[in-house]
Structures are given as structure tokens and as C-alpha cells.
DNA sequence: CCACAGCATTCCACAATGCGGAACAGGTCC
DNA sequence: GGACCTGTTCCGCATTGTGGAATGCTGTGG
């Protein structure tokens, strides 16, 4: 069986760039290629716009045509909508809100919230960024992310959202690595006084980790009293369910 | 400048392949490239799980990788988070609830709703499929759609599921010319009695139409008496919004 | 039933194409 | 200035992909 080599190639180079930007050299390292074959792909790809280049001088991400080429093959097949199935289940399980995260920067975008039906509840973030130490989505992805992102996001400054903010690089630190051994994370009135989350880790096929499942509720009640492990068990389940069906088939939005 | 030859043509067949499902030939004349170098380029695109084989002998359709590769770039860019802040402001322009579909099969699947605050008020039809000559967005849908998907959907039988649903033949055909000539659809009652919908096509850049914003209410009240054209500009202007951001800039889910 | 069309896949001689080491061109740091 | 990063360009070589023609397959219809 005949493959064409350079096809190939090109599909190592944009399954390296998914693992987040990096430049040439770092790429050629990563995939074992030239550094001037990889230049040439690059080349390539760009003018054909699957791959952006960063006027940062020099990085190189994913482009427009590839989100353009997936949007057309399957437009229901996204993180939000997979997940809002799960969402609904956890919070019909917890009777709490919970919502899905990715990261943006040193920040965290919230993508979509489900709200239990409490007279007190928490507001609905979609669609706004919040500072990734305070809120235990945030945690979770940065405990998760690369190397390169994880270590600049912890030479950052941290700013205190509340007297609970922990804002001390090395308890950050140290927090990252627990979290990315339990596999979830809790944040207690760090962000706003009154309100309490947890959060675990969805990762793509690649087992890259790419978003995050949280549930959150004032600290009167959430978690209930006694409850914080069970309530952090089905946060980890729904996320992983989300996470299997990144991975697999069900989908709704194909064709026939 | 020198380019990779091989990567542009396999890029060729991914985009040709972005409109729809299709055989070898098909591909090579419309990429006008060779059958065995098409053939070829398939293997090679298979094998890496960019393309998938449909079990049907011989069709083929963007695969997983693409998929995964986009999720990966931008877990936030995709048509339910960049739609959902235009529905929302449709939403309250019009004071009525707005929704998010696409087409699958001979149906619309919905996926994401937007509610105004009304005591009446339709029920959130997300995740669930309708069929398509029922409901404004599938006649939308279907009135865009590639010229074989849409003769195969005019061949189909059509269920009435009103005594308004419009079943015959040549009477869907010639709503769906109308519709494409206004740019929106009107559907009465044809889906549910008492439930009326407006629905507008959203363009990817490549120019085909993946999915449709759609505004419904209760009939006696919606559309407001006379305002019907208003509503329809105002769900036109959504499906425009929406069709921009697919193509431009202000990504939120992007890094730094 | 065989001929024929339309499909996809395989073959293979040919050379165009992409390859990759080395040289080059900017930067930044010490 | 020189050492050491980047990324891009050059260019001879031969690997690699090319594409017309041949093959195999399935269904149609005379």
C-alpha cells in the first residue's frame, strides 16, 4: 500500500501544533523531521491558511481552514454541545449548577453553564474569562497544561479575588501537582466570598486536556455537609463521559 | 516560495470533501486531478483518520482527526458558543425564543435554544431531531442544501404532522425555490398546532450553509400582527452576525 | 448471459518533486 | 565580538510522487 510521505508529514506537523503553539525548531524536534522540511510544510500549510502564523514573531498555530473543514464535516460535534447532555445529568445528580471551561491565556473562558433550580443561585459566566488561580476549573487546566504554559502562568502575578485567594507561586505550585494526582479540584471562596467549585479535566483523543467540567453553589450548602467527595466523584465522572465522547462515535450532527 | 504540491492537492480533497460525502470520481473532477492520484491521496488521508470510509462501498467524508484537530486549536469556536450571544440578542430584540439547528439526514437537529421570558412559552427542543419540511430551519436547511441532498429529501415522503404541514411534493419544491430567492422561511402551525417559526440560513466562508437561526413562538401572539417582515429581518441579521463571526476574528477561546 | 458502463484500485516507467545537509540571515544574551 | 539561539533559503541528488493505462469489481440492460 502506497502512502504519500510529505501528507503525512504535513498531519505530524498539525497533530504537534494541536498540542498548542511552538515554532519551527521545536516542532522539528518534536515530529523528528528536518528543520527545513518542517519550515517548508509550514510554508505550505500556511499559504493554504490550515496553520496561522502569530505576529509574536515566529509561532505557529492552527488556522481558520482547519476549524472552517470540521465546522463543515460536523457543526453539532463541538465541546459545548456533547457536553450539555452531561451537564444536565450532573446537575440533575448534585441538584447544583455546572458548567464547562477552557482555557484562554492565564484565564478561564466559560463556555456553557446548566442551573439547577434553587431560588439562590449562581450567576450564569458564560461567555466571560476569570483568572485561572481562583476558580477550581481554572486549577484543574492549568495543572494539566504543557509544561511551557504551566510554567509561565506560574511566574505570573497573582492577584487576590478574596481573603481565601491562595496567591503564592509555590502553594500554587504545589496545589497543581495534588490536584493533577486526585484528578479534580476544589476552590473555596477564593474567587467570591459565598461561593464554593469543583472541577475535573475533559481530554481529548490525544489526552490532551482541553477543557474542564465544574459544579458550583454558595458555601451554605454546597458541597452538602459531608458530601464533598461524592459531589467531586460525579463532577470526575461527568467529565470523563464527556471526555469519552470526544473520543467516539454518537454523533449527532453527520449526515444520514 | 517554494510549496509542497502534495499537501495542497490532499488539502484540494479535504475542502472539496467539507461539501458533502463523495466518491473518487467525483473528487477528481472536481479538483481536476487525476483518479489515481485522488485515489492516492484518500489512502494516504484515510490511513491517518482524516477522511473516513463510509461502510456504504465507496463514499468518502471528513474524518475524526479533523475533528479532533479543531476541537484541539479551539475548544470555543464553533457554531453553538459563537451563535449563542446573537441569539441572545435576537432574543431580547424580539422578545421571543430563538434556536440553533443544522441539518441531519432528512431532519433538523437542534442544538441550543434560547428562551425569552414569556409564562407561555415553547419547549427547549435541544438535542432532539424534526423532520425537515415541518419547521422553518429544515425548510431553510433543505432550500441551501447541495443539489443531491435536496433531491433526495423532494423524493422522500413527507409526513403530516398538522393539518397544516405541507406534504405535497411539488409544493415543497416550490417553497424552497421561494425561500432561497427571500433568504428566510415562514412555517404556520405546519410543526405543531399554535406554533409558528421563522428560521435563516448561516453561511460558512466557504459559502455553503451549515445551519439556521431560528426564532418560534405561540401563534397567537408571534409574530406580533404586522410584524411579521421585522421579525423576519431581525432573524435574518442574527443568521448574518453569526455567519460573520464563523468567518472573522474575535475568537474567545483561543491562547493568550 | 455477455457486453458495457461506471466505479475504485493497482501497476510501473519516468522525471518532477520534495528532500535535507549546509550555508545564510536576523535576533538576543554575555 | 563571538557564541548560540532562532527561521529561511539554496541546490544537487534520488527518493518520491505522478498519472496514463491496465485491472478488478458491481450493477444495468439489451
Not at 109 to 129: A, I, K, M, P
Not at 149 to 164: I, K, M, Q
Not at 234 to 244: C, G, L, W
Request: with cysteine.
Amino acid at each position: 500500500m502506497s502512502t504519500v510521505q510529505s501528507v503525512e508529514r504535513a498531519f505530524s506537523v498539525l497533530q504537534c501544533l494541536a498540542g498548542g503553539p511552538a515554532g519551527v525548531s521545536e516542532i522539528a524536534e518534536r515530529t523528528a523531521l528536518p528543520k527545513s522540511t518542517v519550515s517548508r510544510l509550514l510554508g505550505t500549510l500556511v499559504e493554504l491558511g490550515a496553520v496561522e502564523q502569530s505576529e509574536a514573531l515566529g509561532v505557529y498555530g492552527l488556522g481558520e481552514l482547519m476549524i472552517e473543514l470540521s465546522a463543515s464535516a460536523s457543526p453539532g460535534r463541538n465541546l459545548v454541545s456533547l457536553a450539555r447532555p452531561h451537564l444536565v445529568e450532573l446537575v440533575e445528580q448534585i441538584d447544583e449548577a455546572a458548567g464547562l471551561g477552557v482555557l484562554d491565556g492565564h484565564k478561564v473562558y466559560y463556555l456553557d453553564q446548566v442551573d439547577g433550580d434553587h431560588e439562590v443561585q449562581v450567576r450564569d459566566w458564560t461567555g466571560e474569562s476569570v483568572d485561572a488561580h481562583v476558580v477550581s476549573s481554572g486549577l484543574v487546566l492549568m495543572a494539566y497544561a504543557p509544561n511551557d504554559v504551566r510554567a509561565d502562568f506560574l511566574s505570573g502575578p497573582f492577584e487576590a479575588w478574596t481573603d481565601n485567594s491562595v496567591t503564592d507561586r509555590a502553594l500554587v505550585a504545589h496545589r497543581l501537582d495534588e490536584i493533577k494526582r486526585a484528578g479534580f479540584a476544589w476552590v473555596y471562596e477564593e474567587m467570591s466570598e459565598g461561593l464554593n467549585s469543583v472541577a475535573a479535566p475533559i481530554v481529548n483523543p490525544a489526552g490532551m486536556v482541553i477543557g474542564a467540567v465544574h459544579a458550583h453553589g454558595p458555601s451554605y450548602r454546597f458541597p452538602a455537609p459531608g458530601a464533598a467527595a461524592s459531589v467531586a466523584a460525579s463532577v470526575v465522572e461527568a467529565a470523563q463521559r464527556v471526555s469519552d465522547r470526544l473520543a467516539g462515535r454518537h454523533r449527532p450532527g453527520s449526515s444520514s
